[in-house]
T-cell receptor, first 115, second 109 residues
Framework: NAGVTQTPKFRVLKTGQSMTLLCAQDMNHEYMYWYRQDPGMGLRLIHYSVGEGTTAKGEVPDGYNVSRLKKQNFLLGLESAAPSQTSVYFC??????????????FGQGTRLTVV | GNSVTQMEGPVTLSEEAFLTINCTYTATGYPSLFWYVQYPGEGLQLLLKATKADDKGSNKGFEATYRKETTSFHLEKGSVQVSDSAVYFCALYGQNFVFGPGTRLSVLP
């Protein structure tokens, strides 16, 4: 009964370092999303995917890349971290918007600090 | 594009008080509407949802009605508890999930 699992839960990076955040879901959902949460700004969509092998830009994609090589996994990469990327990152998944049972399921979040 | 506006917080209430958190949206077509709740240190959890106009979503004493004519989905609870202290997010699902900025609720004993 894992749902959506994010790794790692916490990370501190130095400016210019790179890292990858992993999101895994076991609900066979087609859609997956990466959001960042900053104080007073709610959740902002970084990138999303509507199926294996597909990705699309969200509201704030600059400085991030993503890949969806397997349906159950959605990776978020930071090639050269900047202090402005200090945030809490949430992954979510959902079925397509058809029918009344659609909702987004969230992971527990990754708290990233860039110093 | 689609957007969600909700009342600014924080909101501080005494236990057993009535709660209203306003939410309005802008969207093309007919989105589904949601309220999510985030407890400290956790991810977002679905609280309730409504998928078409005039639908009422309800859960744990919370209610919200999908009002197409006023493009609103206000969250209400008749008697809040200390355990309801959390951040509440209004959201819509059109092409993507779009979230409001969140409203922090603190309930005092």
């Amino acid at each position: 009964n894992a749902g959506v699992t994010q790794t790692p839960k916490f990370r501190v990076l130095k400016t210019g370092q790179s890292m990858t955040l992993l999101c895994a879901q076991d609900m066979n959902h087609e859609y997956m999303y990466w959001y960042r949460q900053d104080p007073g700004m709610g959740l902002r969509l970084i990138h999303y995917s509507v199926g294996e092998g597909t990705t699309a830009k969200g509201e704030v994609p600059d400085g991030y890349n993503v890949s969806r090589l397997k349906k159950q996994n959605f990776l978020l990469g930071l090639e050269s971290a900047a202090p402005s990327q200090t945030s809490v990152y949430f992954c979510a998944s959902s079925p397509p918007r058809e029918g009344s049972n659609t909702e987004a399921f969230f992971g527990q979040g990754t708290r990233l600090t860039v110093v | 594009g689609n957007s969600v506006t909700q009342m600014e917080g924080p909101v501080t209430l005494s236990e057993e008080a009535f709660l209203t958190i306003n939410c309005t949206y802008t969207a093309t077509g007919y989105p589904s509407l949601f309220w999510y709740v985030q407890y400290p240190g956790e991810g977002l959890q679905l609280l309730l949802k409504a998928t078409k106009a005039d639908d009422k979503g309800s859960n744990k004493g919370f209610e919200a009605t999908y009002r197409k004519e006023t493009t609103s989905f206000h969250l209400e609870k008749g008697s809040v508890q200390v355990s309801d202290s959390a951040v509440y997010f209004c959201a819509l699902y059109g092409q993507n999930f779009v979230f409001g900025p969140g409203t922090r609720l603190s309930v005092l004993p």
